[in-house]
C-alpha cells in the first residue's frame, strides 16, 4: 500500500454543493486505505491524532479570529457522529459510505466529505474540502489560510494511510 498522497481529480460533490448552494473553491486528497476500511473509519483516521503543529496553528487561529467574532475550534476526544465537534468542524452526516462535515460561520461555509472508494490499487480513501464565501472576508481569510489548509489536509491524509 503506498503512502503517497494524491489529488483527487473526480472530488465527491454532490452533497456540499446541494447543501451550501455553490461553491468557490474546492480540493481533494486521495490515499490508498487498508481493506475493509469504512468512510467512519477513515475519518477517524485522518482527525484522531493530527500532528502537533497542526493544533499549534489552530489554537493561533482561533486568537487572530476572536476579535472578529469568529467562533473558535474545540479540541476533545474524536468520536465521529453527527453533532459532534472536532476541531473546527462538525460532523453533520455519518454512514459507512460518506461522513460530511464542515461549519457554517458568517465569513464562509465549508463541507469536508470523508468517502472510501474503489481506486486503482485498491480502497483508497478521499477527503473532500469545498468551500462557499459569504462576503469579501470569507474570501480574504480562506486566501490567508489556503496554503496551511493545503499542506495540513496531505499531512493528515499521508498519515492516515500510514496507519
Not at 3 to 29: Q, Y
Not at 66 to 73: D, H, R
Not at 129 to 147: C, K, M, N, S, W
Amino acid at each position: 500500500m503506498t503512502k503517497k498522497v494524491r489529488r483527487d481529480t473526480e472530488p465527491v460533490l454532490a452533497d456540499a454543493l446541494r447543501v451550501l448552494g455553490g461553491c468557490d473553491h474546492v480540493d481533494a486528497v486521495a490515499v490508498d486505505v487498508a481493506p475493509g476500511t469504512t468512510a467512519i473509519g477513515f475519518t477517524a483516521l485522518i482527525l484522531a491524532s493530527p500532528p502537533r503543529w497542526t493544533r499549534s496553528l489552530l489554537a493561533v487561529r482561533d486568537l487572530l479570529v476572536a476579535p472578529f467574532g469568529l467562533k473558535g475550534s474545540r479540541s476533545g476526544a474524536v468520536r465521529i457522529e453527527e453533532g459532534a465537534q472536532i476541531g473546527p468542524m462538525y460532523m453533520f452526516d455519518v454512514s459507512d459510505e460518506q461522513v460530511v462535515a464542515g461549519k457554517d460561520d458568517k465569513h464562509l461555509s465549508f463541507r469536508t466529505t470523508f468517502v472510501v472508494r474503489e481506486g486503482a490499487n485498491g480502497l483508497e480513501g478521499v477527503c473532500t474540502t469545498v468551500v462557499r464565501y459569504h462576503r469579501t472576508a470569507g474570501r480574504l481569510y480562506f486566501r490567508a489560510i489556503e496554503p496551511f489548509h493545503h499542506v495540513i489536509m496531505r499531512t493528515l491524509a499521508r498519515r492516515a494511510a500510514a496507519a
